[in-house]
């Protein structure tokens, strides 16, 4: 049974030498910035029902409003800074080094922005685009397409895509995850609801080892929280900084 009390009511994570800390970042990180979450729209996203503008049968249907909701999604994420608990895991990262992972959920370049270093996308980046049909290497891009005519092409005919991962597809860097979750002591999930698989799953992964300390950081407890041993609730800004004792 999980401890949920207000985040001033625990102390900061006392890590001994070697302890290996796993943070999942979710969208309530980015709230503070600017960017809604997906639960603020009542199941719509930004207006748009999700299976229209996350998942590959939408991009089958419809491209071109596709890569205008992505396209609004990228003019956005420019305008919107880092926040403390976007800071605070950067310096988390700088004090422990690889003695801590950061794997997010989220699209936008918030933690990067922050200063972290290593950042692990599951579920891709809003700056990169890929092709269609080849397995063909990513990229770094910052276009803003706007209608059919200004799609791009790769070399092989296909169209350019955004770099997301959408509902039904494979999530990223899944190896390296599993392998991160083998090792870590200490488990935190921040501003994620605990309804999207398998990110929500990592947490009973993780007990189901033993001897890991998991905690949940957020305004309120999550879907998955009876997997949790703390929720400490409160915006991330604050509980983030104050959970690693900064
Ligand atoms: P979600 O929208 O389902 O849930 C957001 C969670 O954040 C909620 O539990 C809410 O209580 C919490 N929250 C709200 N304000 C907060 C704050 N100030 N501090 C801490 N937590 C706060 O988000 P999810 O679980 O990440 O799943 C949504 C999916 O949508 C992800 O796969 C993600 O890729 C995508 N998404 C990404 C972004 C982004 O890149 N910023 C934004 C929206 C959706």
Redesign the pocket.
């Known amino acids: 049974m999980a401890r949920v009390a207000p985040f001033d009511r625990f102390s900061a994570l006392a890590l001994t030498e070697g302890e290996r800390v796993f943070v999942l970042t ?7 910035s600017g ?6 729209g009542n199941g719509l ?1 930004e207006e748009h029902r999700v299976e229209d503008v996350a998942s590959p049968e939408g991009w089958q249907r419809d491209p071109v409003l596709v890569w205008r909701f992505y396209a609004e999604r990228r003019a956005q994420a420019a305008t919107c800074p880092p926040n403390a ?1 976007h800071a605070a895991l950067a310096k988390a990262e700088a004090n422990l080094g690889d003695r801590l992972f950061l794997c997010t ?4 370049p918030l933690h990067e922005r922050a200063g972290s270093r290593r950042v692990l996308h599951m ?1 891709g980046e ?1 700056f990169r685009s890929r092709c269609e049909n080849e397995d063909a290497p990513d990229f770094a891009d910052e276009g803003t397409y706007f209608g059919a005519e200004a799609i791009p092409r790769c070399a092989c005919g296909g169209r350019v895509r955004p770099h997301i991962v959408w509902f039904g597809e494979m999530p990223m860097g899944l190896a390296a995850i599993a392998e991160a979750l083998d090792r870590c002591n200490v488990f935190v999930t ?7 698989y398998p ?1 929500a799953g990592f947490v009973r992964q993780v007990r189901q080892r033993g001897g890991v300390r998991t905690i949940y ?4 407890a ?1 879907e998955n929280a009876g997997a949790f041993d703390e929720c400490r609730l409160g ?3 604050q ?1 983030v900084p104050a959970l690693f004792g900064f």
Do not use: C, K, M
Not at 26 to 32: F, M, V
Not at 105 to 108: A, C, E, F, G, P
Not at 190 to 196: F, K, L, T
Not at 217 to 220: K, T
């Open positions: 979710g969208a309530g990180i980015s709230a503070e960017i809604r979450t997906f639960r603020d996203w608990a959920q989220n699209v936008d579920h809003l921040i501003g994620s609801s605990g309804v999207v990110a950081v957020g305004p309120e999550p915006p991330a800004s509980v």
